[in-house]
């Protein structure tokens, strides 16, 4: 009898944990939908999204990982760059007006007819 209520205790433990950890990963912190609510996703990892035409103005995205992202025709304006990571990332038309890039990582990124002044 013991044996068994132990056994119940412990999937009914188990059945709790799983539940629990179940809910904080759906509810755990999305990068992109921080970034489009607050504008603001320091240290995010945003690496190959897609971003085309996203508003971006003023965001800062200091330290952030868009390497192969596509940033074609965002704005960027004004936008904190800082230490970004933009390794392969497409910013063809992407408006760049302002936008702080000191120490970014631009290699093979695609700035066709970007706007950097």
Same mark, same amino acid.
């Given at each position: 009898?013991? *044996?068994? @209520?132990?056994?119940?205790?412990?999937?009914?433990?188990?059945?709790?944990? *799983?539940?629990? !950890?179940?809910?904080?990963? !759906?509810? @755990?912190?999305?990068?992109?939908? @921080?970034?489009?609510?607050?504008?603001?996703? @320091? #240290?995010? #990892?945003?690496?190959?999204?897609?971003?085309?035409?996203?508003?971006?103005?003023?965001?800062?995205?200091?330290?952030?990982?868009?390497?192969?992202?596509?940033?074609?025709?965002?704005? *960027?304006?004004?936008?904190?760059? %800082?230490? %970004?990571?933009?390794?392969?990332?497409?910013?063809?038309?992407? #408006? *760049?007006?302002?936008?702080?890039?000191?120490?970014?990582?631009?290699?093979?990124?695609?700035?066709?007819?970007?706007?950097?002044?």
């Amino acid at each position: 009898m013991k *044996l068994r @209520q132990s056994f119940i205790w412990g999937i009914s433990l188990g059945l709790v944990a *799983l539940v629990g !950890i179940t809910w904080l990963i !759906i509810n @755990q912190d999305n990068p992109l939908d @921080q970034l489009r609510e607050t504008k603001n996703c @320091q #240290n995010c #990892n945003l690496a190959g999204l897609e971003l085309s035409r996203e508003d971006l103005k003023g965001a800062n995205l200091e330290k952030a990982n868009l390497a192969a992202a596509n940033l074609a025709g965002a704005n *960027l304006e004004k936008a904190n760059l %800082v230490g %970004v990571n933009l390794e392969g990332a497409n910013l063809e038309n992407a #408006n *760049l007006k302002k936008a702080n890039l000191s120490g970014a990582n631009l290699r093979r990124a695609n700035l066709k007819n970007a706007n950097l002044l």
